[in-house]
């Protein structure tokens, strides 16, 4: 019998079928382009074989053809009576994460797990930042997370792919030295690891080694193909390395070339949270280049989430609307937001409007709201989703707020429990302009 990446076995008779699902699904958990034309290969050599529908539906629903994500599912959910107890519950596990019931979902797959534990494409729907528990809406999602990963890494063992996501789950749970050990080994095991070299990323933000985090991705994007799913979002990495190091039209080459919406190929949230957040960055730093890139985005932003989805989703259509003077745009996202929380329908509860209507507030000058809404919610944050780094933002805007308004001791503070937490060259030099001088 024909086995998986994690010796569990398939349920073909064809080996072509079986060798290019397994490729299909190295290459899905790489962030590498090739698994959906493997899939189509192997479902040619077994048109019955399940799970390569099922995981051509996952790879269909990271590029958000939800449509034909959905139809491939149905397809593999009869085709899948007949196959192992494994297998049923694996294809359920993915068909049911194309549905908004997010919490039905990570009950399933945590069901699957107990009996299934080496399941690892079912165990990816848990992991990262943009998976079932980043996207819950918890306050202690990152533990959760770690917790999760912990009691199965005994299962695993020296996996390329499960060290990196074991490794990324360290560092969002502030453990960051296991964090860059896990990392450092995924990506030994597996060099073209675009999710580990992500991680890496993230490990030198967190302990703001730029030099090193833009010589790393430099040459990784070199050879990492524009049309892979994570090549916007390393680009957007490798931006604010630059932006750090005092780049800034770098960090625009990058934006213009690679992160954009007309030159992005990443899933639209993550186009839109990396163009974003960028412009954003570069209005708090003094490094923005003109208004035209916001139009772009608010009709990007309009275009892709015309109705409220993700909070983390709507906190960056909010930002490109107010970004670009759509007051009116921003204020009817808000809206919307509010009413599903009073609906019951919003994980992240009353945060999600606040942070945005707070970062709508900023756009207009209104310093006031802004620390109204954001000073007492800075520890909830984690609810909105995203990681450290892409939160950050919301955090930055209100040190924008209370530099604009003069209130330099609340700022000071907050910049000393942000060097607390992790080193910045920008955040000292800001702290002791923030700083009253001293009496001689």
């Keep these: ?19 290019q699902y397994v490729l299909a699904v190295e290459k899905l958990l790489s962030a590498n382009v090739g698994a959906e034309e ?14 390569a529908h099922a995981v051509r539906a996952r ?12 139809a491939a599912a149905a397809r593999a959910v009869p085709l899948a009576a007949t196959g192992t107890r494994r297998e049923r519950g694996h294809v359920e596990a993915l068909a049911l994460n194309l549905e908004p019931d997010m919490p039905r979902t990570l009950a399933h797959v945590l069901e699957h797990l107990r009996e299934f534990p080496r399941d690892g494409l079912v165990l990816s729907l848990t ?47 502030d453990e960051r030295a296991r964090g860059r050990r896990l990392v450092d080994r995924a990506l030994a095991l597996n060099p073209r690891n675009a999710h580990a070299a992500h991680a890496r990323a993230h490990v030198c ?60 190929y990443a ?8 163009s ?11 490094k923005e280049r003109g208004a035209v890139a916001w139009g772009e985005l608010r009709d990007f932003a309009r275009r892709s989430f015309p109705a409220p989805s993700l909070a983390f989703a709507d906190e960056h259509v909010v930002m490109a609307c107010a970004g670009y003077g759509d007051h009116a745009g921003a204020a009817s996202r808000i809206e919307e937001l509010r009413r599903a929380e009073r609906e019951g329908r919003q994980p992240a509860g009353r945060l999600a409007a606040d942070v945005a209507e707070a970062m709508a507030a900023f756009a207009q000058g209104q310093d006031d709201a802004v620390i109204r809404l954001l000073a007492p919610v800075l520890a909830d944050l984690v609810r909105v989703g995203g990681s450290h780094a892409q939160r950050d933002v919301f955090e930055e805007t209100l040190l924008g707020a209370y530099l604009r308004s003069g209130r330099t001791e609340a700022a000071a503070l907050l910049f000393r429990e942000r060097l607390d937490r992790r080193p910045s060259a920008r955040d000292r030099s800001w702290l002791q302009l923030a700083s009253p001088p001293t009496a001689s």
């Design 267 to 274: 899933p639209a949230v993550i186009t839109l949270s990396d």
């Design 205 to 264: 933000y967190e302990a703001n080694t730029c030099e090193e985090g833009a010589g790393f991705l430099l040459p990784f994007l070199a050879d990492y193909d524009r049309g892979a799913q994570l090549h916007c979002h390393l680009s957007w990495h490798l931006a604010l390395f630059e932006l750090a190091l005092g780049r800034p039209e770098h960090a625009w080459t990058l934006y213009d070339e690679n992160i954009r919406p007309v030159n992005s």
């Design 38 to 51: 493997a899939l189509g290969r192997a479902i040619d050599a077994d048109p019955g074989f399940a799970l």
């Design 127 to 173: 992991s990262g930042v943009f998976g079932l528990i980043g996207f819950s809406g918890r306050r202690d999602r990152n533990e959760a997370q770690l917790h999760l990963l912990d009691g199965l890494a005994a299962s695993y063992g020296e996996d390329w792919w499960f060290l990196n996501a074991h490794g990324f789950a360290c560092t969002e749970a």
């Design 59 to 70: 790879v269909l629903q990271l590029r958000g053809a939800m449509p034909e994500a959905r």
């Design 276 to 286: 974003v957040s960028f412009l954003w960055r570069c209005r708090l730093w003094d």
């Design 1 to 19: 019998m024909f086995k998986d990446l994690w010796d569990l076995p398939l349920s073909t008779e064809s080996p072509r079928a079986a060798e």
